[in-house]
């Protein structure tokens, strides 16, 4: 796929004013978005719990995991991330993408609007036409 980078806006989800704009590496791969620890604490964002996680080479480690909000391209999303330790680099994972209601363009290197699906809503639901 290549690797490519976008500018994500993430934020404290009790308080939007505490936000700040980063670069994240986008990794349809990987499961959860990760944020550096350093924004984390400047945005108030509390570790909830702890997971195991694989990394590619097959090595487990152990990181925190938190709620944030993340926006990009007038989209935005409430998301567990990952809280990253020195030398992690900030990952938007599948996660992100899917609640942000992206999908990656691997040839543009670019993220793009996914379609959205439901499960059918049975036979007296209206259906309503989407442009």
Known sequence: MGI?????KVYNLSDETRAREIEMVVDSGATYP?????????LGISPETERAFTLAD?????RFMARAGLAY???SAASMVVIGERGDVPILGAHALEGLGFEVDPVAKTLRPA???LLGLGPHAP???VA
């Not at 490519?4 to 994500?8: E, G, Q, S």
């Not at 620890?37 to 400047?42: G, M, N, T, Y």
């Not at 097959?58 to 152990?62: H, L, R, S």
């Open 34 to 42: 990760l944020i550096p620890r350093e924004l984390a604490d400047e």
């Open 4 to 8: 490519f980078r976008v500018r994500v």
């Open 58 to 62: 097959g090595n487990q480690i152990v």
């Open 127 to 129: 259906v309503a036409a």
């Open 73 to 75: 391209d007038g989209r």
């Open 115 to 117: 379609p959205q699906y």
